[in-house]
């Protein structure tokens, strides 16, 4: 029953009936300082173990800081959303900015961020809103079907809404159902050349492959993997983008600290196979060789096409057949990226109010 009625509500009823009790509660404050300046207000930032996750939102809270300050900046974690929601409704004015996360959850696999951010562009009708940049996934069945014209429904009704994909797969979805959409790859390469690192690489290759309904890694390309790596006299570190306690609530405070620490255990090896976006994106981070396998939604080779020419040292893995060539030319490569190229510009200038640029970028304006 309890399916069925999840299969039939739009998700974001089913998101706000299931956590009824923390609507009631009402609990969390927002802490904003009031100084007569437009705020900036990231409403969803990850608290939980996904260093995936909480990179997004250190580069967007990073990102945004850089162009408004500390001052004019507002976080809000998506466990504490609703409870903090009635404070939010009074402190937003209309000239605010309301920033939600990027990453992967556009769609009915992740329903807590697609609810969240729904409920967000339904109330806030007349303020500027910024999806970052995200891959859209909806199931290709009725469900999903009907949650992705749900989705178009709300979206398509505010006016002041840009949604970003952050690879080509998922700007041609976007552009096809919603009305103003651009795109711009993933918001973590603007913490490139941010972090100091201090770990120095020790003979070994780090593989971080999924486990998870997003895996396309065959039991035959692993074998080859481990195969050429045991057979260039490498040791083999299994890595995750996972923080490794699940029941640990990772704030704004913890953010940069558990990051650095992933990035050091990465920064140890000599080059890394993955096929999670974010772990391909650490080792550019830590300036680590990278060969990359991709995944069920493509979104991993979309982001790193999306950078290309802007990007050394990263290759892709496609076949068991070439596995030890790949390696032995990625441990002699060196990783470079020169993030100035990334359009970013698009989200500083909106960011920072500079007139007409929504119109240039995506051909709509306020």
Known sequence: MNNLIKRVLPLEL?????????YLKRSQKVMTVENGMRKIIFCDAASYDNMGDQAIALAMSTFIRDLVGDENYVEISEKYFLESFASLKRIVKENDIICLSGGGNM??????????????????????????????DFQNNAYGNRELQRSAEVYNAHEKLLLCARESQSYTIMKKVYKNVCMIPDIVFYLY???????????????CLRDDRESTVSDEIKLSIFKAIRGMGYELTTLSTMSGDK??????????????????????????ITDRLHGMIFSIIAAVPCLIIDN???????????????????????????????????????????????????????????????????????
């Open 14 to 22: 089913n998101f706000e009936l299931k956590n009824y009790i923390c």
């Open 107 to 136: 769609g009915d696999l992740y329903p807590r961020y697609e609810a969240i951010r729904r409920k967000i562009i339904k109330e806030f009708r007349r303020n500027e809103i910024i999806v970052f940049p995200q891959t859209i």
């Open 193 to 207: 050349g941010k972090i100091d690192i201090q770990s120095h690489p020790k003979r070994r290759i780090g593989v």
């Open 247 to 272: 029941q640990e609530i990772v704030n704004s405070s913890k953010r940069r600290m558990h990051l650095i620490a992933m990035l050091e255990t990465f920064k140890e090896c000599e080059c890394i």
């Open 296 to 366: 069920s939604n493509h979104k991993v080779f979309g982001v790193y096409e999306t950078v290309q020419p802007y990007l050394q040292g990263v290759d892709k893995l496609e076949s068991s057949v070439n596995v030890k060539d790949k390696l032995e030319k990625a441990v002699q490569s060196t990783v470079k990226l020169d993030n100035s190229q990334i359009g970013y510009s698009i989200l500083a200038k909106m960011i920072a109010k500079e007139q007409n640029t929504c119109q240039k970028a995506t051909g709509w304006h306020f």
